[in-house]
């Protein structure tokens, strides 16, 4: 064996270094030591504990199968929550990348353990775990409206696939175009759950007898998710006009209306009014039409 093949050459040594420079706890302490990105953590893993123990209390009573498969999805939320918050307040979902040339992070630096590092901080647990809470929102929204399970289907992939290309737009640094690029798809999925939101499930909800608190509960949805990819579009990951620490509290404070108190007014309805929701889970298909043959 030559000797080039047992050490790294310096170019790998040098990548190694790069990789191995900011540690997860050098960025658990970053976070701590940030009074406005640590307290926006730390109030969601708070209040997302709070929400979990009061659903459970809210909802233990509940008999019928479909209003209990309502307040599942309801209570995942939080769950979801509390998970994403401890991922991104532990250092292990966020990290320092490099953004690429052409945007206006290029260049950056954060000041880490006391030294200065290339790249700026992206939370890309967020994005990753939104894949997971904002399915469980649009499936309560759905059950509640009476949808069909075609719609239902419709609005949860499409709002998974806004997630997951929100989260590429956000860990992209080959390309400036590229990561907006990735949110023009992102958001062209957002606009098919709007859709459906907007123009679908009102009218089921009208004729589920729930079209009160479904259409507060739309509305609030709506209002509240777009500021999602204008928070985006502004903060650090788009044209970075917003710093960290404000860009991370305009996430944690769209997150409070649009996950506990949507749950809470949610939750609050299904518990007076299980019998209006209630029915059988999955509709049983009509009879099959005799075969032409
Ligand atoms: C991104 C960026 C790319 C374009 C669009 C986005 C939309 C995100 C939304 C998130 C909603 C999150 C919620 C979380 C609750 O747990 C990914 C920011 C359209 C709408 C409600």
Redesign the pocket.
């Known amino acids: 064996m030559t000797e080039s093949q047992v050490l790294p050459s310096a170019t790998e040594s040098l990548v190694t270094l790069q990789q191995a420079e900011v540690t997860q706890g050098e960025l658990f302490e970053h976070v701590l030591a940030d009074p406005l990105i640590a307290s926006s953590l730390y109030a969601n893993i708070a209040l997302a504990g709070l929400s979990i123990l009061l659903f459970v209390y809210m909802t233990k009573d509940l008999q019928d199968p479909r209003a209990k498969l309502i307040a599942v999805a309801t209570l995942l939320?939080p769950v979801?929550?509390i998970s994403?918050y401890t991922g991104l307040a532990s250092g292990l979902t966020i990290s320092i990348l490099e953004m690429p040339a052409g945007h206006a992070a290029e260049g950056a630096t954060t000041m880490i353990g006391g030294e200065s590092v290339d790249g700026v901080v992206t939370p890309w647990g967020?994005?990753l775990?939104?894949a997971?809470?904002?399915p469980?929102?649009l499936l309560a929204l759905g059950l509640l409206a009476g949808a069909d399970a075609t719609s239902i289907f419709t609005a949860i992939t499409f709002?998974i696939a806004?997630?997951i290309?929100?989260?590429a737009?956000?860990l992209t640094t080959s390309s400036h175009l590229m990561r907006w690029f990735?949110?023009?798809i992102?958001?062209t999925?957002?606009v098919v759950?709007l859709y459906i939101l907007l123009t679908q499930w009102p009218d089921a909800a009208d004729a589920a007898g729930t079209a009160d608190i479904f259409n507060t509960l739309k509305l609030l949805?709506v209002v509240?998710?777009?500021?999602?990819?204008i928070?985006?579009?502004l903060g650090v990951?788009g044209i970075a006009v917003l710093p960290v620490g404000i860009t991370s509290w305009g996430?944690s404070a769209?997150?409070i209306v649009?996950?506990y108190i949507f749950a809470f007014l949610l939750l609050r309805y299904l518990v007076s009014n299980e019998s209006v929701v209630s029915g059988s889970i999955v509709e049983t298909p009509s009879a099959a039409a005799p075969a032409d043959d």
């Open positions: 939320v979801v929550s994403s967020r994005y775990t939104w997971l809470s904002t469980m929102i709002d806004m997630c290309t929100g989260l737009a956000a990735w949110y023009f992102s958001c999925c957002f759950v949805t509240m998710w777009l500021g999602y990819p928070i985006w579009a990951e996430y769209l997150d649009a996950k």
